[in-house]
């Protein structure tokens, strides 16, 4: 863990300055995650890398052994430059010996002294992951031979290393692990750019379901949310038409909903409303809808509902609603249309229609949502992990559901933020940081003020009995942390603190410079792009002039300079490409949706390019 610290701190130091170096750190951080046996994260942050590394003398080392250690070694082959840099290396690597040992293998050259070196490399070595790979390279010797001798090092390369990823391949393909070996394990999150293993999976899936439904009778619409911000898209099967959430675009603070009216709909048309979580982007426009007519149910689960009205409350500091007096009569209205169960059945226009909510991770009461009319099923995912959060625990699709469409979130479907994604190794890295820095002086965490802060202070909470550093919480973020106690528990008190209690100074100012400015403390505050005129940016001002502050980002959202120190451990709430891949094989969709897209940094492994290559199943990025 150290290691891994120590690289999250140079990267900072470097990303915006020397990409070369920047790319070595991001292979150091994959090996230790190899290390730390968090494979999803090192095989995602590798294949996002991989194009924008340029071997060179100093990198080849690093590059050849997580190429090893990640089963990527006939990609590995395709990489430009390789072979200069394999001749024109003159010194003595064991790992560099063995890639070009699994040359020879591959070209079927010295085939005759294959085995006496592989037993001498293990009789040489003692890392244990070098080991298991050369007990594995020894298994597929015996076995194209036809030597039993193949059961024997197989179960010592696994002794050695359960994660042994070329191991485990081989037993895939060997038919070692049978189907429910194969489901249990989820080896496709190992292997997200396997097409064979992807495929197996994905065969395994289709076949325990019977799909023949009529595509023609399916309109979906995209209102807004083809990249990330507000989300809103309209889904119709046979005249029944659901509103899957309602999110406003906070770029410009303008509404979409005139959108409707190119869509030749009126909002009275809309049969169902259903709102995933309480971000704005995804619900901030539901008192636009009702003004403009929406008279239908209203499906959101308890907590988004409870986080909504506070959004909707005269005190809740949210500016870019823009709510004036007159609008806050709606709010009666909205309660009255919204239901909270997770199940809900209607016959609407003489179709039987059933919903069900799953919670999905990312934020408190996030939930994806099933939907099934007249047997021709929808799944919407929203904003997703299948990981736990301190608030909702991830989306699990249960066995034996499938579904027709697929409309998926890909925030991190074509890019990779190179944070890590481990809740366990996150929630450690993001402690010992803190302690790291408040003990500098002052932590500043500018945050969004629903989900990742609040996430945050629940972990502060449940690890101390009280917080060896006090946590001043201010901003919007202070009184949407007010409503969250309300469903969670206590979540101020034992040294985290509501800034907005403590009444002693004359201004904001004042504050800063005579309690914050003592240091061993942490400040988090909204918003988390240090957006003019918020609190944060009030914060950012006055603690720019401290020598004892640092900024630490834990959204990746701060684009502007600002003169401090800054560390950056983005904390990950949305799916990375592995989550989106296992929700997809689990539906075996014959229409997918690519929806709320973040950035298009990598061309060839992507989210769009894994899906193609499924027969059957059609793609779209609208």
């Known amino acids: 863990m150290d290691a891994y610290k120590y ?141 039993e001798r193949w059961k024997s090092e197989l179960k010592k390369a696994k002794e050695l290393n359960h994660h042994n990823l070329r191991m485990t391949r081989l037993e895939i393909q060997w038919g070692i692990k049978n189907d429910d070996d194969l489901k249990k394990g989820k080896y496709y999150r190992f292997y997200p750019d396997n097409k064979d293993i992807l495929k197996k999976y994905y065969e395994i899936y289709k076949n325990e379901i019977q799909q023949n439904n009529d595509f023609k009778l399916f309109k979906f619409n995209l209102l807004e949310g083809g990249s990330t911000g507000g989300s809103s898209y309209l889904i119709t099967y046979d005249d029944v038409n659901i509103l899957l959430d309602c999110g406003i675009n906070l770029k410009d603070g303008r509404l979409y909903y005139n959108d409707f009216k190119k869509l030749g709909l009126d909002i009275k048309d809309i049969d169902l409303l259903v709102v995933t979580h309480c971000h704005l982007d995804h619900c901030g426009g539901i008192v636009n809808l009702i003004k403009n007519g929406l008279n239908c149910p209203i499906i959101m689960s308890y907590e988004t509902k409870y986080i909504l009205n506070g959004f909707f409350s005269k005190n809740s500091n949210m500016q870019d609603l823009n709510i004036n007096v007159e609008d806050y009569k709606l709010l009666n209205i909205i309660n009255d249309k919204t239901l909270t169960d997770y199940c809900y059945d209607a016959v609407i226009k003489d179709k039987k229609v059933s919903l069900n909510l799953i919670p999905s991770g990312h934020i408190l009461g996030a939930c994806g949502v099933y939907i099934d009319i007249d047997g021709f099923s929808v799944f919407y995912t929203g904003d997703f992990t299948v990981k736990d959060v301190e608030t909702n625990v991830g989306l699990c699709i249960p066995d034996g559901m499938n579904a027709d469409v697929l409309i998926t979130e890909a925030t991190f479907g074509y890019t990779s933020s190179f944070s890590v994604y481990d809740k366990k190794i996150q929630d450690q890295l993001i402690l010992e940081m803190l302690s790291d820095l408040t003990d500098h002086g002052v932590a500043f965490v500018p945050a969004f003020a629903v989900g990742k802060a609040q996430d945050l202070l629940l972990l502060l909470r449940r690890t101390f009995n009280y917080t060896p550093y006090n946590v001043y919480v201010d901003g919007a973020l202070s009184y949407i942390t007010m409503l969250y106690e309300k469903v969670k528990g206590a979540i101020y008190g034992n040294g985290i603190l509501n800034a907005n209690d403590i009444k002693l100074y004359d201004s904001k100012r004042e504050f800063i410079k005579k309690e914050i400015a003592l240091g061993n403390c942490l400040v988090m505050t909204s918003s988390d792009n240090l957006t003019e005129g918020s609190t944060s940016f009030i914060y950012g001002r006055e603690l720019m002039s401290l020598d004892n502050a640092i900024l630490l980002n834990i959204s990746n959202n701060i684009k502007k300079p600002i003169s401090m120190i800054q560390e950056n451990i983005p904390i990950i709430n949305h799916g990375i490409i592995q989550d989106i891949i296992e929700v997809f094989l689990k539906l075996a969709p014959k229409k997918v949706y690519i929806v709320h897209r973040g950035a298009k940094s990598n061309k060839s492994f992507n989210i769009e390019e894994v899906l193609s290559w499924f027969e059957g199943v059609d793609v779209a990025a609208p």
């Open 7 to 147: 690289i999250f701190k140079q990267k900072n130091l470097v990303s915006d300055l020397d990409r070369d170096i920047y790319s070595y750190l991001i292979l150091w951080q994959i090996k230790v995650e190899i290390y730390l046996d968090i494979i999803d994260d090192a095989k995602e942050h590798f294949l996002n890398i991989f194009d924008n590394i340029t071997l060179s003398y100093n990198n080849i080392i690093l590059f050849i052994e997580c190429v090893i250690l990640l089963d990527e070694f006939e990609m590995s082959l395709k990489k430009e430059g390789i072979y200069n840099q394999l001749m024109n290396y003159d010194g003595e690597n064991i790992w560099i010996n063995l890639y070009i040992f699994m040359l020879s293998l591959k070209n079927k050259r010295r085939n005759y002294s294959i085995k006496d070196e592989l037993l001498y490399m293990i009789e040489k070595n003692t890392d244990r992951y070098f080991l298991s790979l050369l007990h594995t390279i020894l298994a597929e010797i015996y076995k194209d031979e036809g030597d």
